[in-house]
């Protein structure tokens, strides 16, 4: 299998440390978000590995290069100033993920979970990993009902970043900048996801408050 870091994104709310840095170099206890995905994805057997590349993405360039330090072929979707968003970005990344399923991660969250040993059935075009709702946030993301996502009126489980996609999801999309988050409301639906939930270490280091936090 291989694997898509999304790291192309600005970070805005961690500003001013993301003025100079890519958020996903932001570090957490002495190792960079980055740096601890490409570890544990090598651990997994993993070994070819995109990265989208937007804001400040010469950084990524400079401190993983090819990926061999790390025993990975690291592979890059440059997005330049325009970034496509997850939809767009994981669209373009496409031709380099090849034509089986793929993982992708959100290189912006912190966590111990194992890369998923995921067996897609047949009818299913992704497969979600969840984790409780944070505290604070008001509510979730999705509900899992009988292992399918599903979109429940009182959601209460989060999208952890961290999935398997067939390429099939991408079916009909055209090239650009959109969000993933209607489709996978539309796959869930259409009852074409699955999902699990993980309930060890995650944090969204998504502001200098959770960031302390997590340190």
Known sequence: MRAMMLAAGRGERLRPLTDEIPKSLVEVRGESLLERHLANLHAAGIRTVVINLGWLGD?????VGS?????LDVLY???GENVLETGGGILRALPMLGNE???VVNADVYTDMPVPDIELADERLGHLVLVPSPDYRDGGDFDIEDGLIRNGETQRLTFSGVAVYRPALFDGCG????????????AADNG??????YEGLWADVGTPER???IQ
Do not use: D, N, T
């Open 175 to 186: 090239p650009g900048r959109f969000p993933l988050a209607p489709m996978l409301r539309h």
């Open 192 to 197: 074409w996801l699955s999902g699990s939930v």
């Open 59 to 63: 950084r990524i360039v400079e401190r």
């Open 77 to 79: 979707s440059q997005e």
């Open 67 to 71: 990926g061999e330090r790390y025993g």
């Open 101 to 103: 399923p793929f993982l």
């Open 211 to 213: 960031l302390k936090a």
